[in-house]
Nanobody, 123 residues
Framework: QVQLLESGGDSVQAGGSLRLSCAVS????????MGWFRQAPGKEREAVAG???????SYLASVKGRFAISKDNAKNSLHLQMNSLKPEDTAMYYC?????????????????WGQGTQVTVSS
């Protein structure tokens, strides 16, 4: 059973930074496509960043240049470095893994999800 466990969420002021982590069991992060998604209250879940098996990355336009997704193959974990945080980045953040790589930003193309970690950015 694939398990994803996020950590690193916190409350920060605008302009601050956070680093989210996702510990992955069973699957090797080096071989699968993974992504970070977020969901704010009353809004749909949206893709923030994706990384494929070649470590090619994709980003939501509003976070490009501020966020960076990466894998740590030795620790079998996924990370999201978030800089210059804005109040509109406030959301529950989820990591996700796909058995087969599909469209990086499409929720239904991912098979496994973590429980989420809360990020709150105050102005």
């Amino acid at each position: 059973q694939v398990q994803l466990l996020e950590s690193g969420g916190d409350s920060v002021q605008a302009g601050g930074s956070l680093r989210l982590s996702c510990a992955v069991s069973v699957y090797s992060v080096s071989r699968v496509c993974m992504g970070w998604f977020r969901q704010a209250p009353g809004k749909e879940r949206e893709a923030v960043a994706g990384i494929d098996s070649t470590s090619s990355t994709s980003y939501l336009a509003s976070v490009k240049g501020r966020f960076a997704i990466s894998k740590d193959n030795a620790k079998n974990s996924l990370h999201l470095q978030m800089n210059s945080l804005k109040p509109e980045d406030t959301a529950m953040y989820y990591c996700a893994a796909a058995r087969r790589c599909g469209r990086w930003s499409v929720v239904k193309d991912y098979n496994y999800w973590g429980q989420g970690t809360q990020v709150t950015v105050s102005s």
